[in-house]
T-cell receptor, first 118, second 118 residues
Framework: DARVTQTPRHKVTEMGQEVTMRCQPI?????VFWYRQTMMQGLELLAY????????DSGMPKDRFSAEMPDATLATLKIQPSEPRDSAVYFC????????????????FGEGSRLTVL | AQTVTQSQPEMSVQEAETVTLSCTYD???????LFWYKQPPSRQMILVIR??????QNATENRFSVNFQKAAKSFSLKISDSQLGDAAMYFC???????????????FGKGTKLTVNP
């Protein structure tokens, strides 16, 4: 059963530490998205990729966050240094590009990584 | 930019009864997708139902149906014969269709927390 895999599921760290979250998109999906979920802001887009190229990272704090796709099977989201306000659930989602007319439009989500920064 | 509004932060329903969750959106595009995602306490994002804007017929999936009013930019979700397992956060979401070009991101509303009372 194809699914998006995220690691870690839970992470507790101290302020100032580096945090790396990983995502394995569904095989064959060429768009990958990172969302952050908080009680106050809801679900916000941080970054997204098409064919491993970053297309939109306007929602991401550039000074401390970075997102990459080293290859088609791995997307990473890094926070350095982490701060308490980064505490949230981070979701990765993947899907076929909308540029394919037969696309149903659906995005498939991982189970999320819950980050707590003390 | 597109926006999605869910005006009901919380709703409750008795088991076996029917409940309707509201969603409105703002867009200047003519072709797009609309979705309802369910997020139970496990925090997994699960697709409930999708609607393509160019299709006038309202989508249905078993006990779930939508009332899509394109001119009014309204997309409500009706849950019939509510079950305890329906208790969750429900998110309405918008995504541009491939013909529009532009961003492929999913834009979410703030969510409605649904409680099902036995």
């Amino acid at each position: 059963d194809a699914r998006v895999t995220q690691t870690p599921r839970h992470k507790v760290t101290e302020m100032g530490q580096e945090v790396t979250m990983r995502c394995q998109p569904i095989l064959g999906h060429n768009t990958v998205f990172w969302y952050r979920q908080t009680m106050m802001q809801g679900l916000e887009l941080l970054a997204y990729f098409r064919n491993r190229a970053p297309l939109d990272d306007s929602g991401m704090p550039k000074d401390r966050f970075s997102a990459e796709m080293p290859d088609a099977t791995l997307a990473t989201l890094k926070i350095q240094p982490s701060e308490p306000r980064d505490s949230a659930v981070y979701f990765c989602a993947s899907g076929p590009t909308l540029r394919v007319p037969t696309n149903t439009g659906e995005l498939f989500f991982g189970e999320g990584s819950r980050l707590t920064v003390l | 930019a597109q926006t999605v509004t869910q005006s009901q932060p919380e709703m409750s329903v008795q088991e076996a009864e029917t409940v309707t969750l509201s969603c409105t959106y703002d867009t200047s595009e003519s072709d797009y997708y609309l979705f309802w995602y369910k997020q139970p306490p496990s925090r997994q994002m699960i697709l409930v139902i999708r609607q393509e804007a160019y299709k006038q017929q309202n989508a249905t999936e078993n006990r779930f149906s939508v009332n899509f009013q394109k001119a009014a930019k309204s997309f409500s979700l009706k849950i019939s014969d509510s079950q305890l397992g329906d208790a969750a956060m429900y998110f309405c979401a918008y995504r541009s269709a491939w013909r529009q070009g532009g961003s492929e991101k999913l834009v979410f509303g703030k969510g409605t927390k649904l409680t099902v009372n036995p």
